[in-house]
């Protein structure tokens, strides 16, 4: 039997492109998301930067938030709300590379999907793929 050797690994700092953050989120809203997710409330921000906001995506990198629940199968009572704003994704970021490399690859190649999308979310609300 084959010991496996500990692989080490290097981290590294990536900048993403909010236009590539902004895609992931509308690809997670407008499809991959929708069997679980619902926007409870939208947050405004410091400075009302609102006026050119198209997208909740783009609602999100302009410093507002989004309070969203977890409603698919759950009593109102039952529902999680969790706070999706720019920390929200910065941190989601992060875990996505650390725990789901292939769809943080996918992304950064511009080759992310709904999927890719539903997974960026997952990691921005909970740390973790929940759903799907």
């Known amino acids: 039997m084959a010991i496996q050797e500990e692989i080490k690994t290097i981290p590294v700092i990536v900048d993403v492109p909010e236009d590539t953050i902004d895609s992931l989120l509308t690809s997670a809203f407008e499809g991959g998301s929708n069997y679980w997710y619902r926007v ?3 947050i405004s921000g410091k400075e009302d930067k609102a006026a050119g906001c198209q997208y909740l995506g783009d609602y999100v990198l302009k410093g507002h938030g989004l309070i969203i629940s977890d409603f698919y199968g759950a009593e109102k009572g039952d529902r999680v709300e969790k706070t999706l704003d720019r920390e929200a994704v910065c941190r ?20 992310g999907d709904a999927t890719t999308g539903d997974v960026f979310l997952q990691c921005c609300l909970y740390g973790e793929i929940i759903y799907g």
């Open 40 to 42: 409870e409330k939208k």
């Open 92 to 111: 989601g970021l992060k875990i996505m590379a650390d725990k789901y490399p292939h769809h943080f690859k996918d992304m950064m190649n511009d080759d």
